[in-house]
């Protein structure tokens, strides 16, 4: 057996947040597909694809993510990238947080821990094989 691809799903009341990805990360919007009791909007960038749900009626929302040991469960997602500085940039910029760093890890190795909009945790690394 062999995985061949991770999607993620987020769960949001409106579509911004699938701008604030494809803004801050580069990603490509598919067309949206109409699921049942709402709308999934595809981003997608080489191997990746991240989906923003939005359902018509507007679901209950949860706190922002907080230290990543605080909680059981999904906690953050890790993207990759050659330009870290970029995307705290234009994260901060469409009303995303920078929660930690940037910060040296290791030689050549970046991290940040961002947040969106609607308080998820995204971690992302530069500089990592």
Do not use: Q
């Given at each position: 057996m062999t995985l061949q691809r991770i999607e993620v799903g987020l769960v949001s009341t409106d579509e911004s947040l699938a701008e604030f990805y494809a803004t801050t990360f580069g990603m490509e919007r598919l067309p949206g597909i109409e699921a049942g009791p709402g709308v999934v909007?595809?981003?997608?960038?080489?191997?990746?694809?991240?989906?923003?749900?939005?359902?018509?009626?507007?679901?209950?929302?949860?706190?922002?993510?907080t230290h990543f040991f605080a909680a059981?469960?999904?906690?953050?997602?890790?993207?990759?990238?050659?330009?870290?500085?970029?995307?705290?940039?234009?994260?901060?910029?469409?009303?995303?947080?920078?929660?930690?760093?940037?910060?040296?890890?290791?030689?050549g190795v970046r991290i940040a821990v961002l947040q969106d909009p609607d308080g998820n945790a995204v971690e992302v690394v530069e500089g990592a094989s």
């Open positions: 909007h595809r981003l997608r960038t080489s191997d990746i694809v991240i989906k923003v749900m939005v359902p018509k009626r507007a679901p209950a929302a949860t706190e922002p993510a059981t469960g999904l906690r953050y997602i890790t993207l990759y990238s050659d330009d870290l500085d970029g995307i705290v940039e234009r994260a901060t910029a469409h009303g995303g947080k920078v929660t930690h760093g940037p910060a040296s890890i290791g030689p």
